[in-house]
Protein backbone atom coordinates (compact mmCIF):
# COMPACT_ATOMS: atom_id res chain seq x y z
CA UNK A 1 0.00 0.00 0.00
CA UNK A 2 2.58 2.66 1.24
CA UNK A 3 4.63 1.53 -2.46
CA UNK A 4 2.01 2.03 -4.56
CA UNK A 5 -0.53 4.81 -2.80
CA UNK A 6 2.22 6.96 -0.69
CA UNK A 7 5.98 6.03 -2.04
CA UNK A 8 7.27 9.08 -0.07
CA UNK A 9 6.36 7.81 3.37
CA UNK A 10 7.55 4.37 2.39
CA UNK A 11 11.15 6.04 2.15
CA UNK A 12 10.59 7.63 5.05
CA UNK A 13 9.75 4.66 6.92
CA UNK A 14 12.21 2.52 5.21
CA UNK A 15 15.05 5.00 6.35
CA UNK A 16 13.78 5.25 9.74
CA UNK A 17 13.84 1.14 10.20
CA UNK A 18 17.44 1.37 9.03
CA UNK A 19 18.18 4.25 11.49
CA UNK A 20 16.88 2.30 14.15
CA UNK A 21 18.90 -0.84 13.33
CA UNK A 22 22.08 0.88 12.79
CA UNK A 23 21.77 2.85 15.96
CA UNK A 24 21.97 -0.49 17.77
CA UNK A 25 25.93 -1.53 17.97
CA UNK A 26 26.96 -4.80 17.48
CA UNK A 27 28.98 -6.86 18.44
CA UNK A 28 32.15 -6.83 15.72
CA UNK A 29 34.90 -9.66 15.40
CA UNK A 30 38.55 -8.35 15.56
CA UNK A 31 41.68 -10.25 14.83
CA UNK A 32 44.15 -9.80 17.33
CA UNK A 33 47.90 -11.27 16.52
CA UNK A 34 50.17 -12.73 19.45
CA UNK A 35 51.98 -10.10 20.93
CA UNK A 36 54.94 -12.58 22.38
CA UNK A 37 55.63 -16.22 23.12
CA UNK A 38 55.31 -16.76 27.20
CA UNK A 39 56.90 -20.16 26.85
CA UNK A 40 57.92 -23.12 25.10
CA UNK A 41 58.54 -26.75 26.28
CA UNK A 42 61.71 -26.74 23.92
CA UNK A 43 64.28 -24.69 23.56
CA UNK A 44 66.95 -27.10 21.54
CA UNK A 45 64.82 -26.74 18.20
CA UNK A 46 64.35 -30.30 18.24
CA UNK A 47 61.02 -30.15 19.30
CA UNK A 48 59.87 -26.90 18.78
CA UNK A 49 61.35 -24.74 15.64
CA UNK A 50 60.63 -21.68 14.45
CA UNK A 51 58.64 -20.12 16.52
CA UNK A 52 59.38 -16.63 15.51
CA UNK A 53 57.37 -16.95 12.87
CA UNK A 54 54.46 -16.88 14.78
CA UNK A 55 54.85 -13.35 15.85
CA UNK A 56 55.42 -12.30 12.11
CA UNK A 57 52.83 -10.80 9.57
CA UNK A 58 50.16 -12.88 8.29
CA UNK A 59 48.04 -12.13 5.55
CA UNK A 60 45.10 -14.97 6.71
CA UNK A 61 45.25 -16.73 3.65
CA UNK A 62 47.17 -20.06 3.59
CA UNK A 63 49.46 -20.86 0.49
CA UNK A 64 50.65 -23.80 -0.55
CA UNK A 65 53.97 -22.58 -1.20
CA UNK A 66 54.77 -20.34 2.31
CA UNK A 67 57.20 -21.75 4.24
CA UNK A 68 56.98 -19.41 7.06
CA UNK A 69 55.53 -22.06 10.27
CA UNK A 70 56.53 -23.24 13.48
CA UNK A 71 57.09 -26.88 13.50
CA UNK A 72 55.71 -29.26 16.47
CA UNK A 73 56.46 -32.39 17.03
CA UNK A 74 56.13 -35.26 20.02
CA UNK A 75 57.41 -38.07 21.31
CA UNK A 76 57.44 -40.73 23.81
CA UNK A 77 59.49 -38.28 25.79
CA UNK A 78 58.60 -34.90 25.29
CA UNK A 79 54.94 -33.53 24.51
CA UNK A 80 55.70 -30.13 22.01
CA UNK A 81 54.23 -27.01 23.51
CA UNK A 82 53.80 -23.52 22.88
CA UNK A 83 52.17 -20.43 25.16
CA UNK A 84 50.90 -17.64 23.50
CA UNK A 85 50.61 -14.08 24.48
CA UNK A 86 47.83 -11.72 22.71
CA UNK A 87 48.57 -9.06 24.90
CA UNK A 88 45.30 -8.07 26.98
CA UNK A 89 42.27 -9.76 28.01
CA UNK A 90 39.72 -10.18 25.79
CA UNK A 91 36.27 -12.34 25.00
CA UNK A 92 36.34 -14.65 22.38
CA UNK A 93 38.08 -17.38 20.55
CA UNK A 94 41.23 -18.34 18.75
CA UNK A 95 41.60 -19.33 15.16
CA UNK A 96 44.61 -21.44 14.18
CA UNK A 97 45.80 -21.84 10.75
CA UNK A 98 47.80 -25.13 9.54
CA UNK A 99 50.03 -25.22 6.82
CA UNK A 100 51.20 -27.69 4.25
CA UNK A 101 52.88 -30.93 5.72
CA UNK A 102 53.44 -34.36 4.01
CA UNK A 103 51.03 -36.26 5.92
CA UNK A 104 47.23 -35.59 5.14
CA UNK A 105 45.53 -37.13 8.25
CA UNK A 106 44.43 -34.53 10.63
CA UNK A 107 46.10 -34.24 13.99
CA UNK A 108 45.32 -33.79 17.21
CA UNK A 109 45.78 -30.66 19.71
CA UNK A 110 45.17 -29.47 22.86
CA UNK A 111 43.87 -26.01 23.83
CA UNK A 112 44.05 -24.11 26.54
CA UNK A 113 42.86 -20.77 27.55
CA UNK A 114 43.98 -18.41 30.12
CA UNK A 115 43.65 -15.20 31.98
CA UNK A 116 46.64 -15.55 33.41
CA UNK A 117 49.52 -17.51 32.49
CA UNK A 118 48.82 -20.28 35.24
CA UNK A 119 45.53 -20.26 34.04
CA UNK A 120 46.75 -21.15 30.52
CA UNK A 121 48.99 -23.58 32.19
CA UNK A 122 46.91 -25.74 34.28
CA UNK A 123 44.64 -28.88 34.01
CA UNK A 124 40.70 -29.07 34.89
CA UNK A 125 38.67 -31.70 36.32
CA UNK A 126 41.55 -32.77 38.01
CA UNK A 127 40.42 -34.27 41.59
CA UNK A 128 41.50 -32.01 44.99
CA UNK A 129 43.17 -29.66 42.61
CA UNK A 130 43.40 -26.40 44.90
CA UNK A 131 43.57 -24.29 42.06
CA UNK A 132 40.64 -24.98 41.18
CA UNK A 133 40.48 -24.71 37.52
CA UNK A 134 37.07 -25.44 35.58
CA UNK A 135 35.55 -26.07 32.24
CA UNK A 136 32.32 -24.83 33.57
CA UNK A 137 30.70 -21.55 32.52
CA UNK A 138 32.86 -21.51 28.86
CA UNK A 139 35.14 -24.26 28.00
CA UNK A 140 38.69 -23.37 27.93
CA UNK A 141 40.79 -26.70 27.97
CA UNK A 142 39.74 -28.66 25.06
CA UNK A 143 41.08 -31.49 22.64
CA UNK A 144 40.79 -30.45 18.79
CA UNK A 145 41.41 -31.91 15.35
CA UNK A 146 43.13 -29.73 13.06
CA UNK A 147 43.44 -30.08 9.64
CA UNK A 148 46.09 -30.89 7.13
CA UNK A 149 45.69 -27.26 5.46
CA UNK A 150 43.31 -25.38 6.96
CA UNK A 151 41.93 -23.34 9.42
CA UNK A 152 39.66 -23.92 12.84
CA UNK A 153 38.31 -21.71 15.66
CA UNK A 154 37.63 -22.58 18.84
CA UNK A 155 36.35 -20.81 22.29
CA UNK A 156 34.74 -18.61 23.33
CA UNK A 157 35.95 -17.68 26.98
CA UNK A 158 37.63 -14.60 28.35
CA UNK A 159 41.39 -15.30 28.15
CA UNK A 160 44.89 -12.95 27.51
CA UNK A 161 46.84 -16.22 27.40
CA UNK A 162 46.69 -19.50 24.81
CA UNK A 163 48.70 -22.95 25.30
CA UNK A 164 48.91 -25.75 22.40
CA UNK A 165 50.17 -29.18 22.56
CA UNK A 166 50.47 -31.64 20.36
CA UNK A 167 49.11 -34.81 21.46
CA UNK A 168 50.12 -36.81 18.58
CA UNK A 169 53.83 -38.21 18.51
CA UNK A 170 56.24 -38.62 15.78
CA UNK A 171 54.04 -36.35 13.33
CA UNK A 172 55.44 -33.24 12.44
CA UNK A 173 52.92 -30.74 12.30
CA UNK A 174 53.51 -26.80 10.65
CA UNK A 175 51.51 -24.09 12.86
CA UNK A 176 51.35 -21.29 10.26
CA UNK A 177 49.61 -18.70 12.33
CA UNK A 178 47.05 -18.49 15.88
CA UNK A 179 44.94 -15.41 15.94
CA UNK A 180 42.55 -14.16 19.10
CA UNK A 181 39.17 -12.84 17.51
CA UNK A 182 38.02 -10.83 19.79
CA UNK A 183 34.42 -10.24 20.30
CA UNK A 184 33.77 -6.42 21.12
CA UNK A 185 30.86 -4.27 20.80
CA UNK A 186 31.50 -1.63 17.87
CA UNK A 187 31.02 1.88 19.84
CA UNK A 188 32.68 4.74 20.57
CA UNK A 189 34.37 6.07 24.58
CA UNK A 190 32.25 9.08 24.36
CA UNK A 191 33.33 9.64 27.28
CA UNK A 192 37.00 10.56 28.35
CA UNK A 193 38.82 11.43 31.34
CA UNK A 194 42.82 12.57 31.66
CA UNK A 195 44.55 14.22 34.10
CA UNK A 196 48.40 15.04 35.32
CA UNK A 197 48.25 11.61 36.94
CA UNK A 198 49.05 8.53 34.53
CA UNK A 199 48.20 5.81 36.91
CA UNK A 200 44.86 7.41 37.58
CA UNK A 201 44.18 7.95 34.09
CA UNK A 202 45.10 4.32 32.99
CA UNK A 203 42.92 2.90 35.80
CA UNK A 204 40.09 4.94 34.33
CA UNK A 205 40.54 3.91 30.89
CA UNK A 206 40.69 -0.06 32.39
CA UNK A 207 37.42 0.68 33.99
CA UNK A 208 35.86 1.20 31.04
CA UNK A 209 37.40 -1.70 28.60
CA UNK A 210 36.27 -4.16 31.36
CA UNK A 211 32.40 -3.50 31.00
CA UNK A 212 33.00 -2.78 27.29
CA UNK A 213 34.10 -6.43 27.21
CA UNK A 214 31.32 -7.54 29.23
CA UNK A 215 28.33 -5.73 26.77
CA UNK A 216 27.95 -8.72 24.66
CA UNK A 217 24.68 -10.28 23.91
CA UNK A 218 23.58 -9.00 27.63
CA UNK A 219 25.21 -7.05 30.15
CA UNK A 220 27.17 -9.85 32.09
CA UNK A 221 28.80 -10.12 35.14
CA UNK A 222 32.14 -12.00 33.50
CA UNK A 223 33.60 -12.96 30.22
CA UNK A 224 35.00 -15.99 31.20
CA UNK A 225 32.35 -17.18 34.53
CA UNK A 226 29.38 -16.77 35.56
CA UNK A 227 28.49 -14.67 31.63
CA UNK A 228 25.07 -14.21 33.31
CA UNK A 229 22.86 -11.17 33.98
CA UNK A 230 23.48 -10.44 37.75
CA UNK A 231 21.77 -7.32 38.75
CA UNK A 232 23.47 -6.03 41.33
CA UNK A 233 26.60 -6.39 39.18
CA UNK A 234 25.20 -4.12 36.71
CA UNK A 235 24.78 -1.18 39.18
CA UNK A 236 28.34 -0.25 38.82
CA UNK A 237 28.13 -1.50 35.42
CA UNK A 238 25.35 0.77 34.31
CA UNK A 239 27.03 4.01 35.73
CA UNK A 240 30.53 3.05 34.35
CA UNK A 241 28.20 2.98 31.15
CA UNK A 242 26.18 6.15 31.86
CA UNK A 243 30.05 8.00 31.95
CA UNK A 244 31.60 6.25 29.09
CA UNK A 245 29.40 5.29 26.59
CA UNK A 246 25.94 7.21 26.81
CA UNK A 247 23.01 5.65 26.11
CA UNK A 248 22.96 1.40 25.30
CA UNK A 249 20.17 -0.77 24.57
CA UNK A 250 22.16 -3.82 26.14
CA UNK A 251 20.93 -2.01 29.58
CA UNK A 252 17.45 -2.00 28.91
CA UNK A 253 17.67 -5.47 27.15
CA UNK A 254 19.29 -6.50 30.61
CA UNK A 255 17.29 -5.29 32.60
CA UNK A 256 13.87 -6.12 30.65
CA UNK A 257 15.55 -9.97 31.08
CA UNK A 258 16.28 -9.62 35.07
CA UNK A 259 12.07 -8.47 35.02
CA UNK A 260 10.88 -10.97 32.94
CA UNK A 261 13.39 -14.01 34.41
CA UNK A 262 11.54 -12.93 37.72
CA UNK A 263 8.09 -13.32 38.49
CA UNK A 264 6.42 -12.35 41.86
CA UNK A 265 7.26 -13.11 44.68
CA UNK A 266 10.57 -13.56 44.11
CA UNK A 267 13.70 -12.13 43.98
CA UNK A 268 16.13 -11.17 40.73
CA UNK A 269 18.72 -13.96 40.80
CA UNK A 270 17.53 -14.97 44.03
CA UNK A 271 18.49 -12.03 45.95
CA UNK A 272 16.31 -9.44 47.59
CA UNK A 273 18.86 -6.94 47.61
CA UNK A 274 19.19 -7.24 43.80
CA UNK A 275 15.26 -6.46 43.08
CA UNK A 276 16.45 -3.37 44.98
CA UNK A 277 19.36 -2.58 42.87
CA UNK A 278 16.74 -2.57 40.01
CA UNK A 279 15.05 -0.30 41.47
CA UNK A 280 17.94 1.99 42.13
CA UNK A 281 19.22 1.30 38.14
CA UNK A 282 15.90 2.23 36.86
CA UNK A 283 15.77 5.99 38.67
CA UNK A 284 19.86 6.17 37.77
CA UNK A 285 19.32 5.30 34.24
CA UNK A 286 16.71 7.87 33.93
CA UNK A 287 19.13 10.68 35.52
CA UNK A 288 21.24 10.52 32.65
CA UNK A 289 19.10 9.42 29.56
CA UNK A 290 16.16 10.68 29.84
CA UNK A 291 14.23 7.68 28.08
CA UNK A 292 10.65 8.27 29.56
CA UNK A 293 8.68 5.99 27.56
CA UNK A 294 10.96 3.08 28.97
CA UNK A 295 10.70 4.10 32.43
CA UNK A 296 7.00 4.51 31.63
CA UNK A 297 7.13 0.61 30.45
CA UNK A 298 8.06 -0.55 33.74
CA UNK A 299 5.75 0.69 35.87
CA UNK A 300 3.33 -2.12 36.55
CA UNK A 301 6.41 -4.37 37.66
CA UNK A 302 7.65 -1.46 39.59
CA UNK A 303 4.79 -0.89 41.27
CA UNK A 304 4.34 -4.59 42.30
CA UNK A 305 8.14 -4.78 43.20
CA UNK A 306 7.39 -1.37 45.61
CA UNK A 307 4.60 -3.23 47.55
CA UNK A 308 6.91 -6.15 47.59
CA UNK A 309 9.01 -4.49 49.56
CA UNK A 310 7.15 -2.35 51.75
CA UNK A 311 5.12 -5.72 52.93
CA UNK A 312 8.28 -6.70 53.96
CA UNK A 313 9.26 -3.68 56.20
CA UNK A 314 7.57 -3.99 59.30
CA UNK A 315 5.38 -1.46 61.60
CA UNK A 316 8.63 0.06 63.19
CA UNK A 317 10.43 0.62 59.68
CA UNK A 318 12.54 -2.69 59.92
CA UNK A 319 13.71 -4.32 56.73
CA UNK A 320 12.51 -8.33 56.91
CA UNK A 321 13.31 -8.88 53.32
CA UNK A 322 13.41 -12.80 52.59
CA UNK A 323 14.56 -14.70 49.55
CA UNK A 324 18.60 -14.65 49.58
CA UNK A 325 19.68 -11.95 51.97
CA UNK A 326 23.21 -10.88 50.57
CA UNK A 327 24.90 -7.44 49.90
CA UNK A 328 28.52 -9.06 48.46
CA UNK A 329 30.99 -11.91 49.68
CA UNK A 330 32.97 -10.66 51.92
CA UNK A 331 29.91 -9.11 54.01
CA UNK A 332 28.34 -12.73 53.43
CA UNK A 333 28.77 -14.83 57.11
CA UNK A 334 28.16 -11.55 59.44
CA UNK A 335 23.89 -11.29 59.32
CA UNK A 336 24.37 -8.06 61.22
CA UNK A 337 25.96 -6.43 58.51
CA UNK A 338 23.80 -7.68 56.25
CA UNK A 339 20.85 -6.50 57.84
CA UNK A 340 22.39 -3.26 58.14
CA UNK A 341 23.18 -2.76 54.52
CA UNK A 342 19.73 -4.38 53.43
CA UNK A 343 18.35 -1.60 55.77
CA UNK A 344 19.86 1.33 53.79
CA UNK A 345 20.00 -0.48 50.70
CA UNK A 346 15.74 -0.93 51.04
CA UNK A 347 15.50 2.77 51.84
CA UNK A 348 17.60 3.88 49.10
CA UNK A 349 15.26 1.91 46.82
CA UNK A 350 12.13 3.41 48.15
CA UNK A 351 13.48 6.80 47.70
CA UNK A 352 14.34 5.89 44.06
CA UNK A 353 10.38 4.88 43.48
CA UNK A 354 9.36 7.98 44.60
CA UNK A 355 11.40 9.84 42.44
CA UNK A 356 10.10 7.24 39.80
CA UNK A 357 6.35 8.00 40.68
CA UNK A 358 7.07 11.50 40.16
CA UNK A 359 8.95 11.27 36.65
CA UNK A 360 6.11 8.74 35.39
CA UNK A 361 3.16 10.60 37.54
CA UNK A 362 2.02 7.68 39.69
CA UNK A 363 0.31 8.93 42.91
CA UNK A 364 -0.26 5.09 44.43
CA UNK A 365 3.89 4.08 44.25
CA UNK A 366 4.46 7.70 45.18
CA UNK A 367 2.39 7.30 48.43
CA UNK A 368 3.60 3.88 49.02
CA UNK A 369 7.09 3.92 48.68
CA UNK A 370 6.84 7.41 50.91
CA UNK A 371 4.72 5.71 53.78
CA UNK A 372 7.84 3.05 54.22
CA UNK A 373 10.21 5.76 53.95
CA UNK A 374 8.28 7.41 57.14
CA UNK A 375 8.24 4.27 59.08
CA UNK A 376 12.11 3.55 57.90
CA UNK A 377 13.45 7.57 59.09
CA UNK A 378 13.58 6.61 61.94
CA UNK A 379 15.57 3.35 62.52
CA UNK A 380 19.16 3.22 63.51
CA UNK A 381 21.44 1.69 61.84
CA UNK A 382 24.61 -0.18 63.48
CA UNK A 383 27.50 -0.21 60.74
CA UNK A 384 29.04 -3.09 63.26
CA UNK A 385 32.72 -1.59 62.51
CA UNK A 386 32.22 -2.57 58.52
CA UNK A 387 33.22 -0.98 56.09
CA UNK A 388 30.44 -1.67 53.13
CA UNK A 389 27.74 -1.09 55.97
CA UNK A 390 29.01 2.02 56.68
CA UNK A 391 29.11 3.08 52.80
CA UNK A 392 25.76 2.55 52.60
CA UNK A 393 24.46 4.35 55.83
CA UNK A 394 26.00 6.95 54.34
CA UNK A 395 25.32 7.13 50.44
CA UNK A 396 21.25 6.19 51.65
CA UNK A 397 21.36 9.10 54.28
CA UNK A 398 20.39 7.07 57.06
CA UNK A 399 23.77 7.40 59.14
CA UNK A 400 23.28 9.59 62.71
CA UNK A 401 26.94 9.45 62.41
CA UNK A 402 28.56 10.45 58.73
CA UNK A 403 31.79 10.83 60.42
CA UNK A 404 32.34 7.57 62.61
CA UNK A 405 30.96 5.73 59.77
CA UNK A 406 33.57 7.66 57.20
CA UNK A 407 36.45 6.74 59.97
CA UNK A 408 35.30 2.99 59.78
CA UNK A 409 36.17 2.72 55.82
CA UNK A 410 38.74 5.19 56.77
CA UNK A 411 40.59 3.02 59.61
CA UNK A 412 39.70 -0.89 57.82
CA UNK A 413 41.12 0.88 54.73
CA UNK A 414 42.49 -1.21 51.66
CA UNK A 415 41.98 -4.22 53.74
CA UNK A 416 38.40 -3.83 53.95
CA UNK A 417 37.81 -3.21 50.27
CA UNK A 418 36.30 -5.21 47.56
CA UNK A 419 36.13 -4.48 44.05
CA UNK A 420 32.36 -4.84 44.13
CA UNK A 421 32.18 -2.44 47.10
CA UNK A 422 34.83 -0.47 46.93
CA UNK A 423 32.63 1.71 44.91
CA UNK A 424 30.40 2.39 47.12
CA UNK A 425 33.30 3.29 49.62
CA UNK A 426 34.49 5.62 47.37
CA UNK A 427 30.87 6.96 46.88
CA UNK A 428 30.44 7.65 50.81
CA UNK A 429 33.98 9.23 51.23
CA UNK A 430 33.38 11.75 48.00
CA UNK A 431 29.94 12.70 49.85
CA UNK A 432 32.35 13.84 53.31
CA UNK A 433 34.85 15.70 50.38
CA UNK A 434 37.23 13.09 50.87
CA UNK A 435 38.63 12.98 47.63
CA UNK A 436 42.51 12.87 48.57
CA UNK A 437 41.98 9.68 50.75
CA UNK A 438 39.53 8.32 47.83
CA UNK A 439 41.97 8.98 44.92
CA UNK A 440 44.75 7.24 47.59
CA UNK A 441 42.80 4.21 48.14
CA UNK A 442 41.52 4.08 43.74
CA UNK A 443 45.44 4.09 43.08
CA UNK A 444 46.75 1.71 45.64
CA UNK A 445 44.20 -0.87 45.24
CA UNK A 446 43.08 -0.38 41.54
CA UNK A 447 46.62 0.22 40.56
CA UNK A 448 47.82 -3.03 42.11
CA UNK A 449 45.99 -4.88 39.77
CA UNK A 450 47.81 -3.01 37.23
CA UNK A 451 50.98 -3.54 38.49
CA UNK A 452 50.40 -6.96 38.66
CA UNK A 453 49.59 -7.21 34.53
CA UNK A 454 46.27 -6.70 34.90
CA UNK A 455 44.46 -5.40 31.57
CA UNK A 456 40.79 -5.61 33.15
CA UNK A 457 39.74 -5.30 36.74
CA UNK A 458 39.34 -8.70 38.78
CA UNK A 459 36.31 -10.24 40.55
CA UNK A 460 38.33 -10.18 43.97
CA UNK A 461 41.56 -8.69 45.20
CA UNK A 462 42.77 -9.29 48.81
CA UNK A 463 45.41 -6.45 49.07
CA UNK A 464 46.92 -8.13 51.52
CA UNK A 465 48.13 -11.10 48.95
CA UNK A 466 49.66 -8.43 46.61
CA UNK A 467 53.10 -8.07 48.62
CA UNK A 468 54.43 -10.89 47.55
CA UNK A 469 52.50 -12.00 44.41
CA UNK A 470 54.11 -12.43 40.82
CA UNK A 471 52.70 -11.01 37.96
CA UNK A 472 49.69 -12.60 35.95
CA UNK A 473 51.66 -12.43 32.71
CA UNK A 474 54.37 -14.27 34.00
CA UNK A 475 55.30 -18.03 35.45
CA UNK A 476 55.05 -17.52 38.83
CA UNK A 477 59.17 -17.93 40.13
CA UNK A 478 59.87 -20.21 43.39
CA UNK A 479 59.01 -17.98 46.71
CA UNK A 480 56.11 -16.12 45.16
CA UNK A 481 52.82 -15.73 45.22
CA UNK A 482 50.51 -17.02 43.02
CA UNK A 483 47.63 -14.45 42.94
CA UNK A 484 45.17 -15.91 39.89
CA UNK A 485 45.80 -19.53 41.55
CA UNK A 486 45.89 -19.33 45.37
CA UNK A 487 43.91 -15.88 45.61
CA UNK A 488 39.33 -15.66 45.69
CA UNK A 489 37.31 -16.82 48.03
CA UNK A 490 33.45 -18.38 48.59
CA UNK A 491 32.58 -19.65 44.95
CA UNK A 492 35.50 -17.77 43.20
CA UNK A 493 38.07 -19.73 44.89
CA UNK A 494 41.98 -20.10 42.65
CA UNK A 495 41.84 -19.91 39.18
CA UNK A 496 37.67 -20.15 38.71
CA UNK A 497 38.32 -16.19 39.81
CA UNK A 498 37.25 -14.13 37.40
CA UNK A 499 39.78 -11.20 36.21
CA UNK A 500 37.53 -9.38 33.85
CA UNK A 501 34.43 -8.31 35.63
CA UNK A 502 31.73 -5.60 35.66
CA UNK A 503 31.45 -4.59 38.76
CA UNK A 504 35.28 -3.72 39.59
CA UNK A 505 34.83 -0.66 37.36
CA UNK A 506 33.45 1.64 39.88
CA UNK A 507 36.66 4.17 39.47
CA UNK A 508 35.70 4.80 36.36
CA UNK A 509 32.20 6.54 36.96
CA UNK A 510 33.64 7.50 39.88
CA UNK A 511 36.25 9.48 38.41
CA UNK A 512 34.26 11.41 35.97
CA UNK A 513 31.34 12.02 38.60
CA UNK A 514 33.69 13.43 41.39
CA UNK A 515 36.89 14.48 39.90
CA UNK A 516 35.51 16.09 36.63
CA UNK A 517 32.65 16.61 38.87
CA UNK A 518 29.70 16.08 36.33
CA UNK A 519 26.63 15.23 38.03
CA UNK A 520 23.13 15.15 36.35
CA UNK A 521 20.15 16.74 38.58
CA UNK A 522 17.21 16.59 35.97
CA UNK A 523 16.63 13.95 34.15
CA UNK A 524 18.08 13.26 30.74
CA UNK A 525 21.27 15.50 31.50
CA UNK A 526 18.84 18.62 30.97
CA UNK A 527 20.31 20.03 34.03
CA UNK A 528 24.22 19.37 35.08
CA UNK A 529 25.82 20.40 38.10
CA UNK A 530 29.80 20.59 36.88
CA UNK A 531 31.56 21.03 40.39
CA UNK A 532 35.32 19.40 40.13
CA UNK A 533 36.91 18.14 42.85
CA UNK A 534 40.74 17.79 41.91
CA UNK A 535 42.30 16.39 45.29
CA UNK A 536 45.75 16.48 45.12
CA UNK A 537 45.57 16.71 40.77
CA UNK A 538 47.18 19.78 39.15
CA UNK A 539 44.50 19.44 36.17
CA UNK A 540 42.11 17.09 34.61
CA UNK A 541 39.99 17.09 31.29
CA UNK A 542 37.53 14.92 29.83
CA UNK A 543 34.53 14.67 28.09
CA UNK A 544 30.47 13.60 28.81
CA UNK A 545 27.86 12.25 26.80
CA UNK A 546 24.59 13.37 27.30
CA UNK A 547 21.55 12.64 24.88
CA UNK A 548 21.97 16.34 23.40
CA UNK A 549 25.88 16.00 22.78
CA UNK A 550 29.47 15.69 24.51
CA UNK A 551 30.41 18.36 27.24
CA UNK A 552 33.77 18.98 27.58
CA UNK A 553 35.32 20.08 30.74
CA UNK A 554 38.89 21.39 31.34
CA UNK A 555 40.24 22.61 34.71
CA UNK A 556 43.78 23.30 35.94
CA UNK A 557 45.21 24.79 39.14
CA UNK A 558 46.48 28.04 38.75
CA UNK A 559 50.05 29.40 41.11
CA UNK A 560 47.52 29.85 43.97
CA UNK A 561 45.46 26.32 43.95
CA UNK A 562 42.68 27.70 42.57
CA UNK A 563 41.14 25.62 39.98
CA UNK A 564 40.26 27.34 37.12
CA UNK A 565 37.28 25.76 34.48
CA UNK A 566 37.00 25.42 31.05
CA UNK A 567 33.27 23.98 30.37
CA UNK A 568 31.86 23.52 27.03
CA UNK A 569 28.21 22.12 26.96
CA UNK A 570 26.04 21.53 23.91
CA UNK A 571 22.45 23.11 23.25
CA UNK A 572 19.66 21.71 25.69
CA UNK A 573 22.26 20.92 28.82
CA UNK A 574 22.28 23.77 31.80
CA UNK A 575 25.31 23.94 33.42
CA UNK A 576 24.81 24.85 37.18
CA UNK A 577 28.33 25.28 39.02
Not at 31 to 46: C, E, F, H, L, Y
Amino acid sequence: FYVMVKPHLFIVFSLLCLFALSSQAKVTHTTVPPARIVWMSDNTGKFVSNPNHLLGTFSGQLSVSDTSYATLMSSDTHQASILLDFGKEMYGRIKIFSAIRECKVPVRLRIRLGESVTEAMSDVNMPDNPQNPTNEHSLRDFTVSAPWLGSFQCGNSGFRFARIDLLDKDIKYNLRHVSAVSLIRDIEDKGSFCSDNERINQIWQTGAYTVKLNMQEYLWDGIKRDRLVWVGDMHPEVMTINNVFGEQEVVYKSLDFARDDTPFPGWMNGMCSYSLWWIIIQKDLYMYQGNLDYLKSQRDYLLRLVKQIDERIDENGVERLDGIRFLDWPTSENQNVIHSGLQSLSFMAMKAAVQIGEYIGDRDMIRMASSCLERMKGVAVDAHDNSQAAALNIISGLSTDPEKDCETILKNGLDGFSTFYGYYMLEALAMLGKYDEALDFISTYWGAMLDLGATTFWEDLKYADVANAARIDEIVPPGKHDIHAGGGAYCYKGLRLSLCHGWASGPTSWLTRHVLGIVPIEPGCRVLQVKPNLGPLQSVKGTFPTPYGIVTVSCTKNGRGKVVCDIQAPKGVKIVR
